[in-house]
């Protein structure tokens, strides 16, 4: 099973001083959307195609689809 990590991509910026958290619930909330979202397909911006979440992993690892 995957995990959404859509907050990931926003923790690289902040504040001067900002230091990254986890919400409590970010890990259970991970895991649900992920489930919803596995077969939705999206424009993935690192191979320019649309594909469905559950493929992304391997998108982004360089692994032929």
């Not at 986890?22 to 649309?50: K, N, Q, T, W």
């Not at 559950?54 to 689809?65: D, L, T, W």
Request: glycine letters at 14%.
């Amino acid at each position: 099973m995957g995990k959404w990590s859509g907050g990931a991509f926003n923790r690289t910026w902040g504040r001067q001083g900002y230091v990254p958290a986890s919400v409590p619930g970010d890990d259970e909330r991970g895991e649900r959307l992920y489930a919803e979202l596995a077969a939705e397909p999206f424009f993935c911006e690192i191979c320019h195609g649309y594909h469905p979440l559950a493929e992304h992993q391997q998108c982004r690892s360089g692994v032929p689809r």
